[in-house]
């Protein structure tokens, strides 16, 4: 083979091979986000406090009507860069969560960018097409391509807990 050929393409492959692998982070003010923590018991408690609620209401509203109606999930889990692009909007300083409820009667959460006053953001998180269509709302009478995020993963039935180790 020729040497032209040769070294340049070692210096390829060797160069791939020799990138850290980096371990992003999202920026955080410790102190801001303190005000949020919870203990894990306090977290426990509150989703039991959450459950126990949710059985005596069951108890107390004859019928199925509380599932048909309301369908209410214990948890939605969103991936790290639906959240990610609602932390990036143009002048977002929190993150707001609102209650929904889907055709089917299940209680969705929607989440939207807020600003530092606690006002939505109404913007395009995402450019391009969107990965769901909402019913009942064309895209033409859409609000300036305004997005939110919702389609997390409902718990349960995808419900699971590590711990960091």
Do not use: W
Not at 10 to 39: E, M, N
Not at 92 to 115: H, S, T, W
Not at 133 to 145: K, L, N, Y
């Amino acid at each position: 083979m020729n040497r032209n050929v040769i070294v340049p393409l070692f210096l390829i492959v060797f160069l791939t091979q020799c990138t850290p692998q980096r371990d992003y982070k999202i920026p955080l003010d410790p102190v801001k986000a303190s005000r949020h923590v919870i203990s894990i018991q306090e977290a426990e408690q509150l989703k039991n406090g959450f459950q126990q609620a949710k059985k005596e209401l069951r108890r107390q509203i004859p019928g199925n009507y509380l599932d048909s109606a309301f369908n209410l999930p214990d948890a939605e889990m969103f991936n790290r860069d639906a959240i990610a692009a609602l932390l990036n909007a143009k002048g977002a300083k929190n993150l707001r969560i609102y209650l929904g409820r889907d055709e089917k009667g299940q209680v969705r959460f929607v989440l939207l960018p807020a600003d530092a006053e606690g006002r939505d953001i109404l913007t395009t998180l995402v450019p391009g097409p969107r990965a769901v269509s909402v019913p009942g709302i064309s895209s033409a009478t859409a609000r300036d391509g305004a997005q939110a995020m919702e389609s997390g993963q409902r718990c349960p039935p995808m419900c699971q807990t590590t711990q960091d180790k």
